[in-house]
């Protein structure tokens, strides 16, 4: 049973600041997949990760992927104040369970609060 | 486009009753899936679908629950009888392929009295 665990589930941290949140995961996968969600909201994409090796930036925000580690990495470099929010990373088995896409498996999701 | 459209929106009943949940996919994508997300269990994979198949329904979580994909811009989520245990968000998410990301409609908070 793939497991993905993130942490930490809760951050507070001050604008200006950089920080890492780290997302593990139990079993072989070369796709790995970040989303933001705010309060009461849905889902929104952030990265796509499908080589070990990947890297990805938008903005402040800068998302790694090592699949021998099956550990994936968000970068925060300078928060503001509108990078709060809740971050997923997920997982998808792929090819690795027998068939092309699979459902997603999240992380418990990472807590995320920017104070100015 | 779009995106992916999900109705509705918010939905309340009472124990027994059956609820039906929609959701139309953005066009051109061959997968759909069916999540769920409480507070106390996150997000959870109920079913997915490729081109209009269902291929892994191990989510799901009783017999309760059902769903259909009779063709490709349409799909429901069944409950029937619904559980106060059954409140929760329903995001209904499609993609392209395999390797895309997928993308979330809005969501559907259910709840049940």
């Known amino acids: 049973e793939l497991k993905v665990e993130q942490n930490p589930l809760f951050l507070s941290m001050q604008e200006g600041k950089n920080y890492t949140i780290y997302c593990n995961y139990s079993?072989?996968?070369?796709?790995l997949y970040w989303y933001r969600q705010d309060p009461g909201k849905s889902l929104e994409s952030l990265f796509v990760?499908?080589?070990?090796?990947a890297v990805k930036q938008e903005g402040r925000l800068m998302a790694s992927l090592d699949t021998k580690a099956r550990l994936s990495t968000l970068h925060i470099t300078a928060a503001v104040h509108d990078l709060s929010a809740t971050y997923f990373c997920?997982?998808?088995?792929?090819?690795?369970?027998?068939?092309?896409?699979?459902?997603?498996?999240f992380g418990k999701g990472t807590h995320l609060i920017i104070q100015p | 486009d779009a995106g992916v459209i999900q109705s509705p929106r918010h939905e309340v009943t009472e124990m027994g009753q059956e609820v039906t949940l929609r959701c139309k996919p953005i066009?051109?994508?061959?997968?759909l899936f069916w999540y769920r997300q409480t507070m106390m269990r996150g997000l959870e994979l109920l079913i997915y679908?490729?081109?209009?198949?269902?291929?892994?329904d191990s989510g799901m979580p009783e017999d309760r629950f059902s769903a259909k994909m009779p063709n490709a811009s349409f799909s429901t989520l069944k409950i029937q009888p619904s559980e106060p245990r059954d409140s929760a968000v329903y995001f209904c998410?499609?993609?392209?392929?395999?390797?895309?990301?997928?993308?979330f409609g809005p969501g559907t908070r259910l709840t049940v009295l």
């Open positions: 066009s051109g994508h061959d997968y």
């Open positions: 990760l499908l080589s070990n090796g």
């Open positions: 997920a997982v998808d088995m792929g090819p690795f369970s027998g068939g092309g896409a699979d459902g997603l498996t």
């Open positions: 998410a499609s993609s392209l392929d395999s390797y895309n990301e997928q993308f």
């Open positions: 079993t072989t996968s070369d796709r």
């Open positions: 679908f490729n081109n209009n198949v269902p291929i892994d």
